[in-house]
T-cell receptor, first 113, second 111 residues
Framework: GAGVSQSPSNKVTEKGKDVELRCDPI?????LYWYRQSLGQGLEFLIY????????KSGLPSDRFSAERTGGSVSTLTIQRTQQEDSAVYLC???????????FGPGTRLTVL | SQQGEEDPQALSIQEGENATMNCSYK?????LQWYRQNSGRGLVHLIL?????REKHSGRLRVTLDTSKKSSSLLITASRAADTASYFC???????????FGKGTTLSVSS
């Protein structure tokens, strides 16, 4: 079946603009995760959604970052007033159940000029 | 905070040789996973090993877990040029809601 998909694959934006990144998890997976990967920081957890439970937002680096998951499926990560340090690859993953193997999408490479 | 720490950071071998990568972690875990990443993009899941397991195999991959030493190893046998990638170990965070990754081992396999 189809894996996790993300769009866009690449995004270049100017400092101060808002961006939205989209993730389509594997159908039927209840858990969805966002991570980012940058040269200096490695792979960092951002946010976790599980079914209808309140998300775990403990990894979001600032209040400029937010995410939602509509209908328990598609998720959007929004970064407001982007900064150059937001440049990174943003990875989405999903798993069938809490604690199961996480399957990753191809990522969105964000470049903030 | 970082949980997994891979060793070595970089490894260069010839095709046909075996590659061993190690991972150490700090706190108790439910499971440990190994992932591969090509060209800095999507991560491919390789193996999940649970805390009550000691060894697991998948094709040319062998993973061991020693919870007393808080360490794991990934062995790739008879390596191929296509195995060239970065390899990461990951453990679940304390809340069990996310993976914490190490910085990875970059493997180069030359033909």
């Amino acid at each position: 079946g189809a894996g996790v998909s993300q769009s866009p694959s690449n995004k270049v934006t100017e400092k101060g603009k808002d961006v939205e990144l989209r993730c389509d998890p594997i159908s039927g997976h209840t858990a969805l995760y966002w991570y980012r990967q940058s040269l200096g920081q490695g792979l960092e957890f951002l946010i976790y959604f599980q079914g209808n439970s309140a998300p775990d937002k403990s990894g979001l680096p600032s209040d400029r970052f937010s995410a939602e998951r509509t209908g328990g499926s598609v998720s959007t990560l929004t970064i407001q007033r982007t900064q150059q340090e937001d440049s990174a690859v943003y990875l989405c993953a999903s798993s069938a159940l809490y604690g199961d193997t996480q399957y990753f999408g191809p990522g969105t490479r964000l470049t903030v000029l | 905070s970082q949980q997994g720490e891979e060793d070595p950071q970089a490894l260069s071998i010839q095709e046909g040789e075996n590659a061993t990568m190690n991972c150490s972690y700090k706190t108790s875990i439910n499971n440990l996973q190994w992932y591969r990443q090509n060209s800095g993009r999507g991560l491919v899941h390789l193996i999940l090993i649970r805390s009550n397991e000691r060894e697991k195999h998948s094709g040319r991959l062998r993973v061991t877990l020693d919870t007393s030493k808080k360490s794991s190893s990934l062995l790739i046998t008879a390596s191929r040029a296509a195995d060239t990638a970065s390899y990461f170990c990951a453990t679940d965070n304390q809340a069990g809601t996310a993976l914490i990754f190490g910085k990875g081992t970059t493997l180069s396999v030359s033909s």
